[in-house]
């Protein structure tokens, strides 16, 4: 019995030791939901080129992969915003480094309303009154008479804070807000609601309309676009990114090296996203 028991003692150890290892689990990713479509697709191109990797893409939310990464339980972050100072000084306690922000790519981050709603063009400070529950009614922004229903992210999503920070000034969402878990649930909800609108990433713009939106009331709408999101003309662009506790080394840097080469940015442009530089 005794034997047994140190035998399947052992196995257990080989197991835990070998689950630890690069060639069991593979290396992991996680974080932004906004970026998980694309960050399994690098995966994948990756693994197609270099057989026998693994690439483990799970998304969450950049708060959740955030968290991962301090707790060492992912070797890659991927965030739709900036690390907190407050997450980095908690990398830092455990692991005496700030953290490596790589930028990957750019995003427009859409603001849905359905097909048939007759709003084109919103103010930053529309938005932030529609989103803070000051403005109720479309027929307020020029749309019809109809209360206004408002679709966003949960708080743990990167996509929310930087909405949040960017254009509701810090200012808290209204009460009404529906959070949803994942850009494209907001875009699914949208889609079958006239009175709805929502925000996500431009990748995830399908059976919706995007709705053009001006810096202040005096300055042009525009579109999302590859050509306005590169030039910086649409004015809810932001960087995405990759994040890791140190320096990248080993598969880590070899995959990250693989994102910012010409053919893993040609995989962000497929997504519908957009070159980092």
């Known amino acids: 019995m005794r034997r047994l028991h140190h035998a399947i003692t052992a196995a257990a150890l080989a197991a835990t030791l070998a689950g630890s290892a690069y060639g069991a689990r593979g290396l992991t990713v996680k974080g932004s939901d906004t970026m998980v479509i694309l960050g399994q697709r690098w995966a994948e191109q990756y693994m197609n080129t270099n057989p026998g990797r693994i690439i483990q893409v799970t998304g969450g939310g950049s708060g959740t992969g955030i968290a991962a990464l301090i707790n060492g339980t992912t070797e890659i972050c991927m965030a739709s915003r900036p690390m907190k100072p407050d997450e980095k000084r ?54 019809g008479d109809a209360q206004i229903v408002l679709y966003g992210r949960e708080n743990s999503s990167g996509t929310y804070v930087y909405f949040k920070d960017n254009v509701l000034l ?30 996500g990433g431009a990748a995830y713009a399908k059976g919706i309309r995007d709705c053009a939106v001006k810096k202040n009331a005096s300055s042009a709408a525009v579109l999302p676009s590859a050509a306005t999101i590169k030039d910086g003309s649409y004015p809810v662009t932001r960087d995405l990114y990759l994040y890791t506790r140190v320096k990248p080394a080993g598969e880590a840097k070899k995959f990250i090296d693989y994102v910012l080469s010409p053919e893993g940015q040609a995989v962000a442009i497929q997504v519908g996203y957009f070159p980092v530089r």
């Open 90 to 143: 908690k990398l830092r306690d455990r692991y005496q480094s700030m953290g490596i922000e790589i930028p990957v790519a750019k995003d427009g981050l859409s603001i849905y309303l359905h097909e048939q709603n007759p709003v084109k063009e919103l103010s930053f400070e529309q938005l932030r009154d529609i989103y803070t529950g000051v403005i109720t009614n479309w027929k307020q922004v020029g749309g």
């Open 170 to 199: 810090g200012r808290d969402y209204s009460a009404r807000c529906q959070t949803l878990p994942g850009t494209a649930a907001v875009v699914n909800a949208v889609a079958k609601d006239p009175n709805g609108i929502g925000y």
